[in-house]
């Protein structure tokens, strides 16, 4: 089921019409009465029910006028349907006319957001993490929306629901390593794959995604101590792993200095007593103290 645009007549020219022609059903109701009571006039009963019947039919076509006429309001929509068959959709906005025997559902275009529920889910690594999402939608297929699925803000929301589950199977809640996605770290990857997976489960409902994000995100109460504590051990381990990769190229870099410079030659134990000196001040959490020694390598 596609959304087709049908046309729609001004409905200010046929309001006009309608009441016009109820008025005039009116006063040649009136007329009628008026005649029938002259007594000359009693014997033509035939013309005096003629302009009656007259009257009804124009009261009845100015009321079926006036029932063909609808509002169609900023950013939203009518969807028409004549005895259960779809016939098209009306976006004009104002004062509109159809066929008065077109149904005409009101299906609204605008932006709506909402938060899924605080889903509890094993990430990657079989952590158990609350997560939950606020997701920005709307219809842009109003057929689709109608007739697709039997609820389609319900429908938007459970297959959300599902995406973020999804998601979060698929991640780790936090990860060191640079080139893997964690649900912490990343957020503007994470909510990319959430926008696409989200709009990929409710496309066939004439709806899409304006945006998703991630708005909650925590270990369950259960583990959330001892994952602090794992956190803050992989946070020291990966900051260590840093400190010495930089010392290492420092003391490499120096060596290769010293020995292009030609300030000093270093026998291989000399460069080992400097070497170790160097990576005990650059890795050292406190601040070295000098020590100056007056004797030798071999005799202080």
């Known amino acids: 089921m596609r ?16 009441l016009g022609g109820l008025l005039i059903a009116v006063l040649m109701l009136l007329l009628t ?4 009571k002259e007594p000359g006039h009693r014997e033509s009963g035939g013309a005096i029910a003629g302009m009656a019947l007259g009257s009804i039919l124009v009261a009845i076509a100015s009321v079926l006028t006036l ?23 009306v976006r004009d906005e104002g004062l509109r006319w159809n066929n008065p025997f077109y149904t005409k559902k009101p299906m609204s275009l605008r932006v709506r957001n909402f938060e899924t529920a605080t889903i509890k889910v094993n990430d990657i690594e079989g952590n158990p993490i ?3 999402a606020i997701v920005t939608w709307k219809v842009v297929d109003s057929a689709q929306a109608t007739f697709d ?7 938007v929301t459970v297959q959300a629901e599902a995406a973020v589950r999804n998601l979060a199977t698929h991640h780790p809640y936090d990860s060191h390593d640079d080139g893997a996605v964690s649900l912490r770290g ?5 909510a990319g794959q959430l926008e696409t997976e989200i709009q990929a489960r409710i496309g066939k409902a004439g709806v899409e995604v304006v945006e998703a994000r991630i708005a909650h995100l925590a270990y369950a109460p259960e583990i959330a101590q001892a994952m602090l504590q794992r956190q803050q051990a992989g946070a020291i381990i990966a900051a260590r792993t840093r ?3 930089g010392a290492v190229g420092m003391v490499e870099m120096a060596l290769k200095r010293l020995t292009d410079a030609n300030v000093v030659e270093l026998d291989p134990e000399r460069k080992a007593a400097m070497v170790s000196n160097l990576l005990v001040v650059l890795c050292g959490e406190r601040g070295t103290q000098p020590v100056i020694n007056a004797g030798t390598l071999y005799s202080s």
């Open 3 to 18: 959304e087709t645009k049908i046309v729609s007549r001004r409905g200010g020219r046929m309001l006009a019409l309608g």
């Open 33 to 36: 009465v008026a005649v029938a």
């Open 67 to 89: 029932a063909g006429i609808y509002v169609v309001n900023p950013n939203e929509a009518r969807v028409m349907q004549l005895f259960g068959r779809y016939v098209g959709t």
């Open 130 to 132: 609350e997560i939950g």
């Open 149 to 155: 699925v039997q609820d389609y803000a319900s429908f």
């Open 186 to 190: 990343h957020t503007d990857a994470v």
């Open 243 to 245: 400190i010495v990769e």
